[in-house]
């Protein structure tokens, strides 16, 4: 049976209830005594870092081709990491499973003291530390990949003369980018609203983009973080952003400014490499503080994307093309971290041009290191 979703969220159902439903048909389905026993019930609450069942990986011979020899792979393509057996160092027999290190994939952005991005720079320019001790390059890359890009546009009702001309002006940015990119649309207001699922239909989109009630609160937060939740349900594409478009600061959500930066960055466990890169326009004719604003910067620069602030309408076409421009211009840069504390690590990438100019680099600012195996 196949669920419309956008049926379902148009109705007024949330992303994490149609979430908490899917989970609740696949345990069902997957369960043997499912003829006999009702399936488990779906979380009472919304909570974030639920999501539906994982499918396993396809055998080796429903994936893709391996490259010739001598062909670079693309970073963070790789499946899970394998698990392998060692013996214990007491040789009683007894087998200790641990995890191969995985990669953490990078997308970075370059640009010069006059702002402009710099796209010719080889691997040798790149130097990675993790709480300043170096990293060696495992994997480089500099061309245009396809990209899984969320759209979160604020729906409240202070927006409602603005979305003609935001959602055109999104429009402009889909049609500038990677024909194999795959969009979403999230409508958010009090709740988010997942008004089109990951596709590559320009119509498509559109119709989710004038899925227009502008009315309610401002819950950015939460809307963020269901979205990045939902960015991680796209396995194929490991390059993830989000657009966010608001014209005020959040006075809604549960979750915390905190929250939200903390569930942006990577997370070196079983799904690693799944940090999105969040592009932010903050429509400062609205009314958006101080603070607004503030939050729009921190939640960008985190995750190595920027926050613009528009001071009229017009300006945001000529945005969004930028946005486009900056995704497709990016570097790939991957490495495996050797072991760390508990806790943040801190990422610094750096990177040298002609003559050892100095350059400005935009990514990730960090991860968090997955849990060990036991």
């Known amino acids: 049976m196949h669920f419309g979703t956008t049926g379902f969220l148009r109705s007024g159902l949330k992303i ?27 979380p009472a ?36 990491a394998p698990i392998t057996a060692e013996k214990s160092s007491d040789d009683s027999g007894r087998f200790v ?19 402009r991005l710099v796209t010719s720079l080889d691997r040798s320019a790149f130097s990675i530390s993790v709480n300043n001790v170096p990293e060696p390059i495992t994997s480089f890359r500099r061309e245009d990949v396809p990209v899984a890009l969320g759209i979160v546009i604020d729906n409240s009702g202070s927006m409602r003369d603005k979305r003609e001309k935001v959602s055109q002006a999104v429009l402009n940015l889909i049609r500038a980018s990677n024909p194999q990119d795959e969009v979403f649309v999230v409508n958010f207001s009090e709740t988010p609203f997942l008004d089109q ?8 989109l559109q119709t989710a983009l004038h899925q227009v009630s502008s009315r309610g609160s401002t819950a950015l937060y939460d ?17 993830k952003v989000l657009l966010v ?30 940090g999105a890169t969040i592009y932010a326009i903050g429509l400062t004719s609205g009314g958006m503080t101080r603070s607004g604003r503030e939050a729009l910067q921190s939640l960008a620069k985190s995750t190595g994307g920027v926050a613009f602030f528009p001071k009229s309408l017009d300006e945001v076409d000529e945005i969004t093309r930028t946005v486009a421009h900056d995704i497709r211009s990016q570097y790939t840069l991957a490495f495996k971290p050797g072991p760390a504390k508990a806790g943040y690590q801190a990422i610094h990438v750096e990177a040298k041009g002609p003559a050892r100019t100095r350059l400005m680099v935009r990514t990730q600012s960090g991860y ?7």
């Open 197 to 204: 699922d990951f596709t590559s239909d320009v119509g498509l």
């Open 45 to 80: 609450a919304w909570d974030p870092d639920y999501g539906p069942p994982r499918t396993a990986a396809p055998p080796p011979s429903a994936q893709e081709p391996a490259g010739q020899p001598g062909e670079q792979q693309p970073a963070g393509q790789d499946q899970q």
């Open 16 to 42: 994490s209830a149609v979430v908490a439903v899917l989970c609740a048909i696949g345990y069902a389905q997957n369960t043997p005594s499912a003829q006999s026993s009702p399936a488990a019930p779906p």
């Open 97 to 115: 499973f641990r995890k191969q290190v995985q990669e953490i994939v990078l997308h970075a952005t370059v640009a010069d003291e006059a702002g």
């Open 368 to 374: 968090y290191p997955g849990e060990a195996v036991r």
């Open 223 to 239: 809307a963020v973080v269901a979205s990045a939740v939902h960015l991680r349900e796209n396995p194929r594409l490991t390059k």
């Open 245 to 274: 478009i608001t014209d005020g600061q959040d006075n809604m959500s549960q979750e915390t400014l905190q929250d939200a930066i903390r569930k942006l960055q990577p997370n070196q466990g079983t799904q690693p490499n799944q």
